[in-house]
């Protein structure tokens, strides 16, 4: 990059600004980046306790929907009269430009949708146990796919990063000294010309 330079003071000055942008963008860009990665860190905490969780929950679930189905016969005539849940509700939080889902479901408390006269008690434990199912899947939906949005972006980040680190700012660091140096030597010929003008002026 030197090599294709002109050694003006006008270059300079332009190859100093664009040193100093590029080396405040890596600070920018590495404290982006441990920001990320802390709340990578954080999320991949949550993720593994809730697995640790989820793997309960849906083996409870389903032990309470065999039971429903032990003492009503075949469930599935109740879970096909069941509405369509539309609960769910998704906004995004915005974490140093990277935006991460929150997942919410607006249902509180569950709320019994079939007739109590054709179901029994175990069916209720059923139904209750898979809205926990219902709630722990969506939090770590949530979860995860806030990891895997964090990966690319810290990724992407870490590219940058590096690109500046060890092109850019070396190239640019390279650049100012070549054209410092040829601007110094450039006036130590115009001073060495002087003084040889100077000097034939004074024989003559």
Request: charged fraction near 25%; glycine fraction near 4%.
């Amino acid at each position: 990059m030197a090599g294709q330079v002109f050694a003006t003071k006008g270059n300079l000055i332009n190859t100093k600004k664009t040193l100093s942008l590029a080396k405040l963008g890596y600070e920018l860009l590495d404290r982006k980046r441990n920001i990320l990665i802390r709340e990578l860190m954080s999320l991949i905490d949550s993720a593994e306790r809730l697995r640790g969780t989820i793997e309960q929950v849906y083996g409870d679930a389903y032990e309470a929907l065999q039971l429903a189905n032990i003492t009503m016969g075949v469930v599935s005539p109740v879970a096909e009269r069941m509405p369509v849940d539309n609960s769910f509700e998704i906004s995004y939080k915005n974490v140093m430009g990277v935006q991460l889902p929150c997942v919410e479901i607006a249902q509180a408390q569950p709320q019994m949708s079939y007739s109590l006269s054709y179901t029994n008690s175990q069916l209720d434990k059923a139904y209750i146990a898979f809205c926990k199912v219902k709630e722990i899947t969506a939090t770590l939906a949530q979860v995860e796919n806030s990891v895997y949005r964090l990966a690319i972006a810290i990724k992407k980040t870490q590219r940058r990063a590096n690109a500046l680190k060890n092109i850019i700012i070396p190239d640019s660091e390279h650049t100012v000294k070549f054209i410092a140096d040829s601007l110094e030597e450039k006036e130590r010929e115009e001073f060495s010309r002087l003084k040889v003008i100077k000097a034939q002026k004074s024989r003559s």
